[in-house]
């Protein structure tokens, strides 16, 4: 699909959208769709088949949030191919948010996160999914629907999908939507589905000074340890953080304890101090054609010799690293982690 510009009529009419949702009557989330239950008319939400009934928006095409819901950003967010991303947060009048410490809110049952996909900005802009996560009595559901090429719709993408598009520069990407099972496979810890994004160390103090104000959290919480903002890293002398808190938001998912790729035995979580679990002169569990002939995760001093490097530079099936959710190299990333693997005192060597 290619992002062409100058839809000027399409723009007009998300602003005339935007002017009739302003002045209807603020339109309610319907709660028996986050909850997977039966409506009020009887109609079942288990899968919702459309964005739309979930009533989180006040236009079709998604572009002007409910007063319900409150928008955040990450001060790191997960690259994706590039894609902007809108995110919301939706709790339910009443009902708390429990902070764990510098870690995930807990967010009570009949919440949702909600994360849109787009790339171009103004008129260009162009949404390609929205996925949905949902606090449901059984646990977590995540959900992801795909946005129609009029932009007026989306609708479930149990399945996935493949979109080719051309990125504003002219980069060629093969974005791909993930099927149900695959959130699960980035959303999984312990077996269980969980939100990856709202961590308290992850979270502006505004945001959380906001959710207190609106009572869903009793006292907003702080982080000792803050994750640097991200669009802020060129006036940010400190590589180090830069480099760990792009790996705990980009891998720290999937390479924990319990996560689906704790086998591999790093842990590229923040908080994780030891340097040999997160990588530093740590060969590999398995060693495969991953690896790229190299002998441990991190070599000090030498980023081309080591696995992490390698793997966050391929876009390979089998060797790149994150497996999902891109299908080209983060070029900024990878810059920022070379640095700071170059910057390492090699084996051997005090630290600077």
Known sequence: MKLSRGFFLLALAFLIASIVA?????????????????????????????LAQFGFFQDAAGRVPGGDLIPYELNTPLYSDGADKLRYLYVPEGQPIAADGDGLLQLPVGSAIIKTFAFGAGEDQSYIETRVLLHRADGWLALPYKWDAEQTEAKLAVAGARIPLTRPGGVEVSYRIPNKNQCKSCHSKDAEVIPIGPKVRNLSADLLAKLEERGFLAAASTSDRQLPVWRA??????????????LDVNCAHCHQPGGAASNSGLDLRWEQSNPHDIGIRKPPVAAGRGAGGHAVSIAPGDPDASIMVYRMSSTEPGVAMPELGRSTNDDEGIAIVRKWVAEMAPAGEPAS
């Open 233 to 246: 890293r060129a006036e940010n002398p400190d590589t180090a953080a830069l480099a760990r808190a792009y």
């Open 22 to 50: 302003r002045a209807l009557p603020p339109q309610k989330v319907n709660d028996a769709a986050v909850l997977g239950t039966a409506g009020s008319e009887g109609a079942s939400y288990k899968l919702p088949r459309t």
